[in-house]
């Protein structure tokens, strides 16, 4: 098979339908030895579409660590090494991890490289994409077929197995959309307020409007005039929380929210979860759901 490939070419082996279930993680040196396909992913949001398909039916890599910045993380020797022993490896484009991107022109010519963003449409952010496209469950469906139809292609024997469990993992994001969309119809205000462009997914999908402090990157440092302008904005458009993201220093929400006397609450942008709560079994549906209560209760909906 060649090398960079959108998944497309596959798209329609399966009708699917969703549920979230064990995969398979593995630091062992001899990975694949037992048949099953080696899976690299670049960072969590790929790594629970992966995890729910395959299960231990596969065996995982995942470049970016628990904790660590997704957008600013730089592979290892070490770990492109253990890439090279990838059947397939799953990543986002558009630049959105350039690190992990560059790495991907090293590996050799046996591993399958797909770029899950490739048929999904985007939003516009600056002069490029916005390459948040996870925050939308919609877009999660989207990437889980591809991932079905990648693994279906690459490994026949345990097909049934992926439908089954793709289908089950579909269905429950259709689910978390409904959620979103009948927790979301009705609230005081639609501004969604947030330490940086990270939800335009979301919004876009649910009839909220994005307000960000700063821009795509969690590092980049707003004007004095954007700060004030983004206080006129809570003020006009009687917001009551301003958000700021999980793992992120809350800082600039801070600001705004104490020249406005806002409260502050936070979202995860799932770019990355914490050892402590994957222990915790937390995945990607739960911290949807954690996100819609927060936004339920920061937006004022009945």
């Known amino acids: 098979m060649g090398r960079h490939l959108s998944a497309t070419f596959a798209c329609g082996a399966v009708a699917l339908a969703a549920g979230l279930t064990g995969g398979c993680s593995t630091t062992n040196t001899d990975l694949g030895a037992d048949g099953k396909l080696v899976v690299a ?7 629970d579409i992966v995890r729910a ?26 770990q492109v090494t253990r890439l090279e022993q990838a059947d397939v490896m799953f990543y986002l484009g558009g630049g959105f991890q350039p690190s992990v991107e560059q790495a991907l022109g090293v590996l050799p010519n046996h591993v399958t490289i797909i770029d899950l963003t490739a048929p999904l449409r985007h939003l516009q952010l600056g002069e490029g994409n916005d390459p948040h496209v996870w925050m939308d469950p919609a877009n999660m469906q989207r990437m889980a077929q591809q991932v079905l139809a990648v693994l279906a292609e690459q490994d026949s024997v345990r097909v049934d197995t992926f439908n089954r469990r793709a289908s089950a993992y579909i269905e429950s994001l259709d689910g978390l959309d409904h959620e979103f ?69 809350p800082d600039l929400a801070r600001t705004v ?46």
């Open 41 to 47: 992913v670049a960072f969590y949001p790929i790594e």
């Open 53 to 78: 398909v395959g299960g231990d039916q596969v065996h995982i890599i995942t470049v970016v660590p628990p904790g660590e910045d997704a957008h600013e993380y730089e592979p290892t020797p070490k």
């Open 181 to 249: 969309r009948a927790g979301l119809a009705r609230c005081t205000t639609t501004a969604l307020v947030t330490g940086h462009e990270a939800f335009g997914y979301l919004a876009h999908a649910y009839g909220l409007t994005q307000v960000p402090i700063s821009g795509i990157s969690p590092g980049a440092e707003p004007s004095a005039k954007a700060l004030e302008q983004v206080a006129t904005s809570v003020r006009e458009d009687h917001v009551r929380t301003v958000f700021f993201e999980q793992n992120l220093p």
């Open 257 to 302: 929210a104490d020249e406005t006397g806002a409260a502050t609450s936070a979202l995860n942008t799932l770019e990355t979860l914490s050892r402590d709560e994957l222990s915790a079994g937390l995945d990607y549906v739960r911290a949807m759901r954690a996100n819609l209560s927060a936004l339920r209760a920061g937006l004022g909906c009945a």
